[in-house]
């Protein structure tokens, strides 16, 4: 007879299949990977069943596992469901909420705000995750994301924040060595500081050939904030969002009416927790913050 199943083990299969690693899954469990270990193969004994292909690069979940995983993240949000009804009943909001975020937007606007979330809300624990990558709600890597196109897929929720203008940008000291820039033309003659093109995590980001098919970058980076630094020190010429780049001292505005873009951040979250207290105090905080602030990120051309 195979052992009792325990509802209990579906929390670290819920961590692997999301993660693909025993160690990471441990970390978020905040157990040792040991333990995770032993919970999945109880739950494979208790299921007569393999439920994860163990390979060097990691787990990946077998055709059952994929069962599996639906019936886990519904038992999942339905406990959660039942915490969030019962937690509702207090007036301070409490848990944790991970918001992703370009890092931009995360590092240069949310970051020196979410102060204020904190402060209205000490109960909550906040993960501020900014960096130059796509989040996968549907594995949990986030409970909100800020994205750069608006998903048509999975069980998302989504609202527009705010489009977002960008423009070429150089410090002084380059445009005095290299000289003044006056004509889109004359950009093949600079260097370009831009993002490594197979590594751009969105096809929004890819903004070089629309300016000249010619151009490229000659230094390039995966980090935004990395691109504006060294621009900012004479690097190159850069396109940037100008809610970062017009408060920068060491850069200013190149072609500015010639050469310029629209982007927009999408606000998104996944539909199980749109019930939740703390998922709606966090969107509402964001919203507030870009409504208030939209003349930063659409400055006059």
Not at 54 to 76: D, F, K, N, V
Not at 97 to 124: E, M, N, Q, T, W
Request: glycine residues 6%.
């Amino acid at each position: 007879m195979n052992p009792t199943f325990d509802w209990n083990d579906l929390r670290p299969f819920l961590a692997v299949a999301r993660t693909g690693k025993l160690t990471i899954a441990a970390k978020r469990l905040k157990v040792d990977h040991t333990t995770v270990s032993r919970r999945i193969q109880a739950l494979e004994t208790a299921l007569n069943a393999t439920l994860f292909e163990r390979g060097p690069q990691g787990y990946a979940l077998t055709e059952i596992g994929q069962r599996l995983l639906g019936a886990a993240e519904s038992m999942e949000t339905m406990a959660m469901g039942v915490q969030n009804e019962i937690a509702g009943a207090d007036l301070d909001l409490t848990g944790a909420v991970r918001i992703g975020a370009p890092d931009g937007f995360g590092s240069y606007f949310l970051a020196p705000k979410i102060c204020d979330l904190c402060r209205s809300h000490p109960g909550l624990e906040i993960d501020l995750v900014a960096m130059p990558r796509m989040f996968s709600l549907s594995k949990r890597e986030a409970d909100i994301a800020i994205g750069l196109s608006r998903p048509t897929e999975g069980r998302l929720r989504s609202r527009k924040l705010t489009d977002y203008r960008l423009g070429l940008y150089a410090s002084p000291e380059y445009l005095e060595r290299r000289g003044p820039i006056t004509h889109k033309d004359q950009l093949k003659e600079h260097r370009l500081v831009g993002y490594i093109e197979d590594l751009i995590f969105s096809p929004e980001l890819n903004y070089v050939p629309q300016i000249g098919k010619e151009l490229r970058p000659q230094l390039r980076s995966t980090n935004l904030i990395a691109q504006m630094h060294a621009t900012s020190t004479g690097a190159g010429i850069c396109i940037l969002p100008c809610f970062m780049a017009d408060n920068q001292e060491n850069l200013v505005p190149v072609l500015r009416e010639e050469v310029n873009f629209m982007r927009t951040f999408w606000l998104i979250y996944h539909a199980d927790l749109q019930g939740f207290a703390r998922i709606r105090a966090a969107v509402d905080f964001i919203v507030e913050k870009v409504t208030r602030e939209r003349k930063v990120f659409l400055p006059e051309a």
